[in-house]
């Protein structure tokens, strides 16, 4: 019973305590001096707090990916709560903090506590630019004494952890332009899957010098980022790879990427609308990346940026008006230009753009003129040397020695002089060694050399790319390898082992 009346006496002082606030604190004054309080409790605080939320405005904040990479490193050993996942077609598993779970590092002597904060966004009934439905970012808390001597190098920290971290795991990505697929294609406009593309420079068939050449083109860039800053130049470089199909563009492109460890990003231009469109896509890649456009001369019409062209184009056929009116609202060759080369192309560091086209004749010379793409590249038809990297992959490294006891040595002479008289791409001449895989190696090349005399006797032709390599000189042999700009017509006759008309 006595227990009821203090009960009933304690909730009367609550009531008469309430009332009473209610009367000094009306609503808005209420509000007011809640967010005060709070003020002042910070300021009395000794901790500081930072927000690093995934969308940063219209782009994906870099700091939280590398946040993730690396407290993913620590949270499998030292937090309770552990989101696991294995990305689709990927080795390995990932372990993130769990959605508002915590995690202690330090750095330097100094602690810091993560939180991940996941909330549900508030339902949008319309918006230009969907989100995602859960907003995602961590809370980083340090002390406030802290926050002078570490933050700035802490977070550098982070973000070289996380690129080591991605890279000795060694998921690289490849990245494609969706459109209409994902809700979320404008927050997310790259869909990715794991790279695992095996053509390395040593699987690589085509001339060793040219080989080796851009091999150390691609390391000199890689490794020159003072020079690119105090040269005050963007550190970027654009390669043009040309030459008839089955050639071994699109592996030089995987070769590239393995070589420097890069992401890819194969952009499909025929799914970009406009050239702002062009832009956004290429503020939202990373560093430290290729980013593709393979068939230039398909993909969108280079010939000509006077009114003529649209004819040809099916694509821009019927929607293109005049150029004032359309402008902004279709990709045309300046916005890609401005893509590959302009201010735009600098945001964002250690990138290569690499085109690829069949036809390189057919491309406007604002886009092959001197500076535009640092290096052309011929990819030709398979020389001798092309073919014993091609006979190693498929055969065995010991075939293609002539020393080589059991003595393939004739029919490897054999060999080398007929491919001097006939234009065959790798992918033929891997296509017929593959077939041939099971049978004796020696039997794998004869079979080779039938259909290379085959096909020479069926063309009879004089003007074939070693003939013409002959004819030009060590010279020209080289100013091609390295890919001088030049008109594009001349260089496709080149590189289709044709004499200059
Ligand atoms: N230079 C090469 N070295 C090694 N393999 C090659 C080479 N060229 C072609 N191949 C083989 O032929 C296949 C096709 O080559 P690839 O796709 O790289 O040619 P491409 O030049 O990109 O052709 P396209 O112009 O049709 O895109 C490859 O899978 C590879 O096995
Ligand atoms: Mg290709």
């Given at each position: ?192 899957v794991p790279f695992k593309h095996p053509s390395t420079f040593k699987t690589l068939a085509m001339d ?294």
């Amino acid at each position: 019973m006595e227990f009821w009346a203090f009960l009933a006496s304690l909730m009367g002082v609550f009531a008469f305590f309430q009332s009473l606030i209610n009367i000094v604190f009306p609503p808005d004054l209420r509000f007011a001096s809640a967010k005060l309080l709070y003020r002042l409790c910070h300021c009395f605080s000794s901790s500081c707090y930072f927000d690093i939320t995934e969308i940063d405005g219209v782009n994906t904040n870099e700091l939280y990916n590398a946040v993730q990479i690396y407290l993913s490193g620590s949270a499998s050993v030292a937090a309770s709560r552990l989101s696991v996942s294995r990305p689709l077609n990927s080795s390995a598993f990932t372990f993130g903090l769990a959605s508002n779970d915590r995690l202690v590092d330090t750095f330097r002597g100094a602690t810091a506590t993560w939180e991940h904060v996941v909330t549900q966004r508030q339902s949008q009934a319309f918006s230009w630019r969907p989100l995602p439905d859960e907003k995602r970012g961590f809370t980083l808390m340090i002390k406030k004494k802290d926050k002078p001597l570490i933050l700035q190098a802490y977070l550098q920290h982070i973000m070289d952890t996380a690129t080591l971290l991605r890279r000795s795991n060694e998921e690289r990505l490849l990245y494609t332009n969706s459109r209409g697929g994902a809700m979320d294609s404008r927050v997310h406009p790259w869909d990715s899957v794991p790279f695992k593309h095996p053509s390395t420079f040593k699987t690589l068939a085509m001339d060793q010098i040219k080989k080796e050449a851009i091999m150390a083109d691609l390391k000199d860039f890689a490794e020159r980022e003072v020079f690119y800053q105090r040269t005050g130049r963007a550190w970027k470089r654009g390669y043009l790879l040309y030459g008839p199909p089955g050639t071994g563009k699109s592996s030089m492109i995987a070769a590239m990427a393995n070589y420097l460890n890069y992401d890819v990003y194969d952009l499909e231009l025929t799914e970009v609308q406009t050239n702002s469109e062009l832009r956004k896509l290429l503020m939202k890649t990373t560093s430290k990346s290729i980013i593709v456009i393979e068939d230039i001369d398909c993909s969108i019409n280079l010939t000509n940026r006077s009114s003529g062209w649209k004819k040809a184009m099916p694509l821009y056929d019927s929607t293109f008006g005049s150029d004032d009116a359309n402008a902004g609202k279709t990709i045309t060759l300046s916005g890609l230009l401005n893509f590959a080369d302009g201010l735009w192309s600098c945001c964002g560091n250690e990138r290569i753009f690499v085109f690829t086209t069949n036809h390189i004749e057919k491309l406007d010379p604002a886009l092959l003129r001197s500076g535009r793409m640092d290096m052309h590249i011929c990819m030709s038809y398979c020389s001798y040397e092309a073919l014993k990297t091609l006979m190693q992959n498929y055969l065995s490294p010991e075939d293609v020695e002539p020393e080589h006891e059991g003595g393939n040595a004739e029919l490897l002479k054999e060999l080398e002089e007929v491919i001097n008289g006939v234009d065959i791409t790798p992918a033929d001449v891997s296509e017929i060694l593959i077939k041939n895989r099971r049978r004796k190696k020696h039997e794998a090349m004869a079979e080779l050399l039938e259909v290379l005399k085959n096909r020479a006797k069926n063309k009879g032709r004089g003007g074939s790319l070693k003939a013409f390599e002959k004819e030009n000189g060590e010279e020209e042999q080289e100013k091609r390898a390295l890919g001088s700009p030049k008109e594009g017509k001349e260089a496709a006759n080149r590189c289709n082992g044709k004499n200059e008309e």
